[in-house]
């Protein structure tokens, strides 16, 4: 797309995904069994035609990198790039990101040559969206920031900056992450300009930020220069409504902000689903990712029920009920897996390392025999041995130990932990 720069935001610490993020960046989390994070807004760059590609990183970056070095290489007659600007300390700022607004701030030199409008995309969204319709809308409005929006429930509005729009679109109001409800009674919205954007609003009578802005790259220098202002839904925005022309973009396809293990498992659940509400499954709208040239995927006398599971894995006399389960993985006999996601592997031990690990008294990369795993998170990597409960049954909200955490009433296997036989959690 002629005159649109992609920025992508993936800087973030991602607290709220640890312990997923505690060896990697939150866009480099697997979703969907064979996908990262940060292929859901580079697919849908690349599908809008925005060749020009920058992703800021801060934390944790090493996995992000390689991925998007082995992924994302346009020919030499595209003239596209996708480049990463990782935080780094200079002579004239000694200070990493301090925010999404910070961290544009700090790359504003490299966007020098950017085309005349940029989109600031996050790093955390499962969505597909085709950004030409949202760009020519921006184009329409003459706007000098256009912001896309969803219309939600009241019951929702605490977790998301929410906005006041008129007849015409336009932003006069913006509040994030309100938490007073006098607040969240101004912010309530009149359901006929729904009407007018063709939106049915069901009972939802608030406007949700989705965190996808479009600037005019003058307007976006001009905000960010000369002061100190670290985040866009808490400052720049806000500031913006009085000196700029600020609309909203009304969409009303599936989001989801999949930046907490809660909303993150729960997204993979509605995968399984025979009718997901979001379907990967679309091949007029891909979404791309590394190609790792696997084999296809063994079944050896197994049961699987609504469930998706990668290429390359191996599955013996398992039961598998409403999971995700990702690229190499194994599952021994007589396993039990319901509601969980199983990332998988990023390779494959040898026989040498088997008979090894046989040797030391230590399981193989994967899922030994006679687990039952519920309502989990196996992330990749990871050796769980046989006979092991992963079924929470204390009912605990809450717990980080060595080799596992709870969030959220969900058990997490962290990356790379060894699970001894017969342990029960």
Known sequence: MANLTAIILGGGRGSRLEPLTRMRAKPAVPIGGKFRLIDIPISNCIHSGIKGIFILTQFNTESLHRHIHNTYRFDNFTRGYVRILAAQQTASNQNWYQGTADAVRQNLEFFEDADDNVIILSGDHLYRMDYREFFNYHLKKK???????????????????????????????FYEKPEDDSILENFKVNRTLFNRFNIDHGQRDHIASMGIYIFKKKILFDMLKNNEMEDFGREIIPLSLKKARVFAFFYDDYWKDIGSIRSFFD??????????????????HLFFTRPRYLPSTKFIDCRVNHSIVSEGAILLGSTIENASVGIRSFIDEGTHIERAIVMGNTRYETNAEKQDNWAKGVPNLGIGKNCVIRNSIIDMDVAIGANVKLINQEGVTEAFRDNYAIREGITIIPKGAVVPDNTVI
Do not use: C, V
């Not at 920031?145 to 109001?173: C, H, N, Q, V, Y």
């Open 267 to 284: 997204a993979h659940m509605d995968l399984t689903m025979s009718m997901p509400e979001f379907n990967f499954y679309d091949e007029q």
């Open 143 to 173: 706007a000098d920031i256009t912001i896309a929006a969803k219309p939600i429930m009241g019951s929702e509005a605490r977790g998301f900056g929410i906005l006041k729009a008129g007849d015409d679109g336009r932003i006069s109001e």
